[in-house]
């Protein structure tokens, strides 16, 4: 697979207009939706250079939760198609809402997730991952090898020759990130920040009405939003 070709992803992210996607997109910098950069948030005690490097891996890309990690097309299969196949698939699936989020340590950055298990969204990222696995260009054997650090479990080394990604199917645990690797002496301090400036939004449950796909057009490129995939029986929506 030539390293130049576009990389999609499947995921959820809020719609343009809702309070989190936008409290969001200003928390890490950029808006996924137009890509337009963002100030930093002003938060005390903590410098605009300090917040934009911990946020700066979110922030190429964009505010989300993956339910399909990053992939190269499949030999065979075009855009055009995986579009077709998203947009009857969501219609395929009733929406929900999320219980409110909360920020949660995970490995060594910080991300939103549920404060409890959701059923159905655990159900709709397996088949997620099952439905467009056709679609998925398989890892040369260096992707796999950088992808398995030798910390994997059983479980997820036996996903990642599967399906590509460690963390799914039973060891799927949705996420939000909003750090990259922190050290552990700015732990706590970020996760306060983080408390502070997304404060009442925290306890807001969210909606789950769409599908987004995001894409990478080329290889180091921020992740943008390409279309959004209502569940239920409305056509996709094409981000401009």
């Known amino acids: 697979m030539p390293s130049d070709q576009p990389r999609y992803a499947i995921s959820f992210t809020p719609a343009p207009h809702e309070a989190l996607g936008i409290v969001g997109a200003n928390w890490i910098g950029r808006n996924a939706y137009s890509g337009q950069s963002i100030e930093p948030p002003m938060i005390g005690g903590m410098s ?29 299969t075009s855009e055009a198609q995986l579009l ?92 939000m990130p909003l750090t990259g690797p922190l050290q552990p002496r700015d732990m706590e301090r970020m996760e306060r920040a983080a408390l502070e400036f997304f404060g009442p939004i925290l306890a807001e449950p969210v909606e789950f009405e769409n599908i987004a796909l995001f894409v990478e057009e080329e290889p180091g490129a921020p992740f943008c939003v390409h279309s959004l995939h209502p569940m239920g029986a409305l056509p996709a929506r094409r981000i401009a």
């Open 48 to 76: 605009l250079s300090e917040i934009a490097f911990h946020t700066a891996l979110p922030r190429r890309y964009g505010f989300q939760g993956m339910l399909k990690s990053p992939f190269h097309l499949a030999e065979g």
């Open 84 to 175: 077709n196949a998203l947009m009857r698939f969501a219609t395929g699936w009733k929406p929900f809402f999320l219980p409110p989020l909360k920020v949660v340590r995970r490995r060594d950055s910080l991300a939103f997730a549920p404060a409890i298990a959701v059923p159905a969204l655990d159900e709709l990222a397996a088949a997620v991952v099952c439905e467009f696995d056709p679609f998925r260009a398989p890892l040369s054997e260096a992707e796999l090898e950088r992808r398995d650090a030798g910390s994997l479990s059983p479980v997820q080394f036996a996903n990642l020759h599967r399906w590509g990604e460690p963390d799914v199917m039973s060891a799927f645990a949705f996420h």
